[in-house]
């Protein structure tokens, strides 16, 4: 099972900060890479962050790079999702996902889904 947690609230002024969280439970996420989805009304679901389960490198679409942080601790079983200098086309809902040792962009490849969580980018 695979939880998303927000801190932070639903909806962000432009240029602000947020936390997205995301809990795996069921499962230890050590030997998993996990990544980060959004997809927005009427758009396709975009990866915009992976994190490699061993090295922990990490990939980052050009849309966010810069801007947002993805992040692991094993010990918790979380992967971490800091948003920093959102704008309004982040408005979007969130997906965490997992899979098997190496990270992919293409959002077929994971396993394991978290439920979404909307974030809202709007003055």
């Known amino acids: 099972q695979v939880q998303l947690v927000k801190s932070g609230g639903d909806l962000v002024q432009p240029g602000g900060s947020l936390r997205l969280s995301c809990v795996v439970s069921?499962?230890?996420?050590?030997?998993?890479?996990a990544g980060w989805f959004r997809q927005a009304p009427g758009q396709e679901r975009e990866d915009i962050a992976c994190?490699?389960?061993?090295?922990?490198?990490?990939y980052y679409a050009d849309s966010v790079n810069g801007r947002f942080t993805i992040s692991r601790d094993n010990a918790k079983n979380t992967v971490y999702l800091q948003m920093n200098r959102l704008k309004p086309e982040d408005t979007a809902v969130y997906y965490c996902?997992?899979?098997?040792?190496?990270?992919?962009?293409?959002?077929?490849?994971?396993?394991?889904w978290g439920q979404g969580t909307q974030v809202t980018v709007s003055s």
């Open positions: 996902a997992a899979k098997y040792y190496r990270p992919s962009t293409n959002s077929d490849d994971y396993d394991y």
């Open positions: 069921g499962f230890s996420l050590d030997y998993y890479a």
């Open positions: 994190i490699n389960s061993t090295d922990r490198s990490t």
